[in-house]
């Protein structure tokens, strides 16, 4: 495809798109960094017990996200396919911030994993009735291999602004709740009332305002058996999934233990400890996505320059060097952390921009082999290796601190954890995180679907679209 026939989407299109991922990396950012912590310190569950309710999550994951891909594949109505899921449920969505955090105040241990179970059932399901409808949309809104790059990088905006939003406002909003005479939960619940509201209202608009960009091949179906297995013949598409494996796990086993880190490692223990007026979870992920958002025209460049996959692993090296340096990090040495986290921005940047343009080059490979079209139950599968990976990362952290001998706080008040708890802390948090993210250089080397070879695909599609509409 030559640069005169490229379908350019307009700027008000991406933008109104791209904020989309607002609501969900909000939501998304808060269970990563205060779920697990959530459970053990507030709610007040056992560590190991807690990570149950992670593992129950996780086999709902693997029921729902792909049914609703295939629900959205299906779907026929004068909206399109994609668009009422967003109208239907963002509303919803947006009460789910809410009802993650409300664990009554109940002396039984199974009564509360219990409901903080359901809980996470009940969001999780909402959050994926929204996210794989809109993240389908993605390859229905433009076939060309480096639009869709820039298309994504004004999701990778909102996504990381939205991270960073999240990570700055709601530790402090907290601390006020606090200092205030609250209670943490109280702070919980209260930014999520605000996220919540915050993020539901660009889904609204986009479900009213965007047009899905039907193709003869999409009214196509077929049982979802076959489907599932059509996608493991997919070849591209099993190298998609090792690299969001390998990158999600790494990402949020990194961000559920690093609230454990700063709080027990670097501020020792102290609840309330600040750094230039923030607290220091605000501090270490305000700096860090700021860098990464400043960098998204940098890899959106390099993207362009080389190819998608290149750029990947360029950031992807950065990535893993920084975090093996997180460990050398000494107690109270937040300054020192902070510069570790602008650079480690660089590599979020690229991990948050780049992989989920190299999924959507997945769909055109499928049509060529199958001649369908089928979105919704490859984002299906996307969402829920997504959120697989945050659940088996709050699974794993909450096992190893619990075996590591995990004191919980007594009244919310931090107890000073013992040396194999601070080591095991530290390991979550470096080179496991490392080990994790160098899977993701070798399966992106391996990704066949070059910049060449997806050129080649359109113009055989082309043809064949040609073809059957004359």
Do not use: C
């Amino acid at each position: 495809m030559n640069n005169e026939t490229k379908q350019r989407l307009p700027f008000w299109l991406k933008l109104m798109y791209g904020s989309g991922d607002f609501g969900i990396a909000s939501v998304g950012v808060l269970r990563a960094l205060f779920l697990a912590i959530y459970l053990t310190d507030v709610v007040g569950l056992e560590p190991r017990l807690a990570s149950y309710g992670a593992l129950i999550g996780f086999i709902w994951d693997a029921v729902n996200d792909p049914i609703v891909g295939v629900l959205t594949d299906r779907l026929r109505t004068r909206w399109g396919r994609r668009r009422p899921f967003l109208l239907w449920f963002a509303v919803p969505f947006g009460l789910s911030f809410i009802i993650l955090w409300s664990a009554p105040d109940w002396d039984s241990q199974v009564a509360l994993l219990t409901y903080v179970t359901l809980s996470f059932m009940l969001a999780d399901t909402l959050q994926t009735l929204i996210s794989v409808p809109y993240l389908s949309l993605t390859p229905e809104l433009t076939p060309d291999y480096d639009e869709r790059t820039n298309l994504t990088s004004f999701r990778s905006f909102f996504q990381l602004a939205g991270a960073l939003i999240v990570s700055v406002a709601a530790p402090n909003v907290i601390s006020a709740v606090i200092a205030a005479g609250g209670t943490q939960q109280q702070g919980l619940m209260l930014v999520g009332a605000i996220f919540g509201g915050i993020g539901a209202v660009p889904l609204i608009l986009i479900g009213l305002f965007i047009r899905e960009n039907p193709s003869p091949e999409q009214t196509e179906s077929m049982p979802v058996l076959e489907m599932l297995r059509m996608t493991w013949r997919n070849i591209p598409f099993r190298y998609g999934v090792a690299i969001y494996v390998f990158n999600w796990t790494a990402s949020d086993m990194i961000n559920v233990a690093f609230p454990y880190f700063l709080l027990y490692w670097v501020a020792q223990g102290d609840l309330l400890a600040k750094v230039g007026g923030f607290d220091y979870k605000s501090a270490f992920f305000g700096v860090l996505l700021a860098v990464a958002i400043a960098a998204i025209p940098f890899w959106l460049w390099l993207a362009q320059k080389m190819n998608k996959r290149n750029a990947y692993i360029l950031g992807m090296m950065l990535w893993v060097v920084m975090q093996v340096l997180i460990y050398t990090v000494p107690q109270q040495g937040i300054l020192y952390l902070l510069l570790i986290a602008a650079l480690i921005g660089m590599g979020v940047s690229a991990a948050y921009t780049l992989p989920d343009s190299l999924f959507a080059d997945i769909i055109e490979w499928d049509e060529l082999r199958t001649r369908r079209r089928h979105e919704g139950i490859y984002y299906g599968i996307r969402a829920l290796i997504r959120k697989l990976t945050g659940a088996l990362a709050i699974f794993i952290t909450l096992q190893a601190l619990g075996g590591s001998g995990y004191q919980q706080p007594i009244n919310e008040i931090p107890q000073l954890q013992s040396a194999s708890t601070l080591t095991m802390i530290r390991l979550l948090v470096s080179p496991f995180g490392a080990v994790m993210l160098s899977g993701t250089i070798i399966f992106a080397w391996l990704f066949p679907l070059s910049r060449e070879r997806y050129a080649r695909m359109q113009k055989l599609l082309e043809r064949r679209r040609a073809r059957m509409a004359k």
